[in-house]
């Protein structure tokens, strides 16, 4: 006779995962259970003997238990204290109707003045000297256009003819004119000339015709230079003043006139 077993297989039963606090507290439940066991309380007042001997403190976990549970929290408590805190705090409260303001600065904006450099210019000094290598020759009167002229010589003082025609330095030149509102070249020289007593003819010609002909190197400040259809008085140096030609004035300038005749009178 055979007998035929069957054994079947056995599955292990599904366990919750073990962590280290779910083996914590299945430690601490199996020894309470055996302090348990092995505790007997007495109550000295009735005598009575009530042993525990064998009934677990606490039952063992199960798989289907949850193990190592926490204690509960007494929240209540802890609301009790949150709102005896608040209640002793200071109360701030605002009116329905108060209104924020915020105060803000103010900007003003300055406009910066603007730098100024100072520019120095120097002054412009005009020259009135002249360089004339060649002296222009003139054959008609008073024609005498690109000569400069020049300031009061020194020999003007104590020179009596030239500080007498140095009165007249501006005076225009004024066509047949002999008197202090104009004059031409003739009637200049014969009006400076009537003013120290001495006579002198109206035309240049006629002056040429009395006059003492000198050298240049003997000529004399107030002494007379002419030439064909001019005349002029002798300022010294390479000087002279005259009257020279329409829109000009009696000015002292330099002699421009190439080979002049000097000339002595009185």
Excluded at 73 to 97: I, N, R, W
Aim: net charge positive; charged share 15%; glycine share 10%.
């Amino acid at each position: 006779m055979t007998v035929s077993t069957t054994t079947r297989a056995r599955h292990r039963a599904a366990r919750r995962p073990s962590t280290p606090l779910t083996e914590l507290a299945s430690v601490a439940s199996d020894q309470l259970g055996t302090v348990g066991r092995r505790t007997a309380v007495v109550a000295a007042s009735s005598g009575l003997v009530v042993s525990m001997m064998g009934a677990p403190a606490f039952a063992a976990p199960t798989d289907d238990t949850v193990t190592g549970a926490l204690a509960a929290v007494d929240t209540d408590a802890l609301t009790a204290s949150a709102k005896a805190v608040l209640a002793s705090g200071p109360v701030v409260s605002a009116p329905a109707d108060a209104k924020w303001t915020v105060d803000s600065p103010v900007i003003k904006a300055v406009k910066p003045k603007p730098v100024v450099e100072k520019v120095v210019v120097a002054p412009v000094v005009a020259s009135t000297a002249v360089s004339r290598s060649t002296l222009r020759t003139s054959d008609a009167s008073d024609s005498n256009d690109d000569v400069a002229n020049s300031p009061v010589p020194q020999s003007v003082s104590g020179n009596a003819v030239l500080e007498v025609a140095a009165r007249y330095v501006g005076t225009p030149y004024v066509s047949g004119g002999s008197a202090p509102g104009g004059f031409d070249c003739s009637g200049f020289v014969s009006y400076v000339f009537k003013q120290l007593g001495i006579s002198l003819p109206r035309t240049s010609g006629g002056i040429r015709s009395v006059g003492t002909v000198i050298s240049r190197a003997d000529a004399k400040p107030g002494d007379l230079i002419w030439t064909p259809g001019h005349i002029a008085i002798y300022a010294g140096g390479n000087q002279q003043i005259d009257s020279p030609r329409p829109g000009k004035t009696i000015q002292f300038r330099g002699i421009w006139q190439r080979s002049p005749v000097f000339l002595r009178v009185g």
